[in-house]
């Protein structure tokens, strides 16, 4: 079958010949026709168009700026001027965009603001985040990293854990890395940050963490250093809880603060103060203005209860410790 090459013009921002051309070499009272800049390459097996709209079938590619964009069948709708706005794509469709890449089933790429919006179980990452939902929305160009995702499920690579240094001196070991992965019911993000809304559930080493909103705070290689947690937050770490109105979890040092209201509990243990912190892994928490409920262990004579299986002394009346009855005040 015979391969098309097909070029067409994305809407932008047209370039006068002014802006192209000094005055020194145009022509004195002529004014050339605006050209449009961006132009897209698309390739395929057949294309066949209208005034309104061009259908490619068959490896279909499309080249834009820094978009590599490529699915089974493709759709190209013009306006007025019979400049392509939207481009729908059908049918595995991979995208690279710079060192992002993104597929699905189903993508519609809106020319004018470079968004690129991916259905069909889709799925994107970069070198540091990979990002899952039903809808994946994101924002092309060299210079653009943000995307928008719904329902998500985002794994975030985090900074290095810190390591205490080896006695001795000897050899560090190499750093820990432990991803941490994030369900939303929506999660915008940029190179700076990621802010995650409704239902936020973060899973990190032993942790489980829950609030109604996050923002995820990145260092320069996109790295997760830091977490803020508002509203309704829920820790459990192994066998101990916290609850509160806020929460920050630094990620380095796996620690997490508490505060708004706090209470954290263990088997034995329940805590009340201003803030409360505990670090992730380890059973100790640190406490401010607290007050704490500790379970005390058993008196003598229930631990002799239990053993006799609840029978007690048998000679004993009820309110005496012995069979001569002396009563308990």
Do not use: W
């Not at 928008?148 to 900074?159: F, G, I, K, M, Y």
């Amino acid at each position: 079958m015979i391969e098309y090459l097909v070029t067409a013009f994305f809407v932008a921002q047209p370039v006068t010949a002014t802006a192209l051309e000094t005055s020194s070499t145009r022509a004195p009272g002529k004014t050339e026709a605006p050209r449009l800049r961006s132009p897209v390459e698309i390739s395929s097996k057949r294309v066949s168009g209208s005034r309104n709209q061009a259908v490619f079938k068959g490896d279909v590619v499309v080249k834009h700026q820094t978009l590599d964009l490529r699915c089974d069948e493709m759709i190209a709708s013009y306006n007025g001027p019979r400049e392509v706005t939207r481009v729908e794509c059908v049918g595995n469709v991979r995208a690279v965009d710079g060192d992002r890449t993104a597929k699905g089933e189903r993508a519609d790429f809106d020319v004018p603001t470079g968004v690129l919006v991916v259905t069909g179980n889709p799925e994107a990452e970069d070198p540091t985040t990979h990002l899952r939902g039903s809808e994946v929305r994101l924002t092309t160009g060299s210079k653009s990293s943000e995307y928008q995702v719904e329902n998500a499920v985002v794994t975030l690579q985090s900074a290095p854990l810190k390591q205490p240094p080896r006695k001795g001196g000897g050899k560090d070991s190499a750093p820990q890395r432990n991803p941490a992965e994030i369900s939303s019911k929506r999660v915008v993000g940029s190179r700076t940050q990621a802010v995650f809304t409704g239902d936020v559930v973060v899973k990190q080493r032993t942790l489980d963490l829950r609030c109604d909103k996050m923002i995820a705070h990145y260092n320069g290689p996109r790295e997760v250093t830091r977490a803020e947690c508002v509203g309704n937050v829920r820790a459990v770490d192994g066998d101990r809880t916290a609850r509160g109105a806020r929460a920050d979890f630094d990620v380095p040092t796996g620690v997490l603060v508490v505060t708004g209201n706090p209470e954290a509990r263990d088997p034995t243990t329940h805590l009340r103060g201003s803030e409360v912190r505990m670090t992730v892994g380890n059973s100790n928490f640190e406490v401010k203005d607290a007050v704490i409920t500790v379970e005390t262990a058993p008196l003598k004579e229930q631990q002799q209860r239990r053993k006799d299986g609840g029978k007690g002394n048998p000679g004993a009346r009820p309110g005496s410790t012995d069979a001569g009855g002396t009563k308990q005040p």
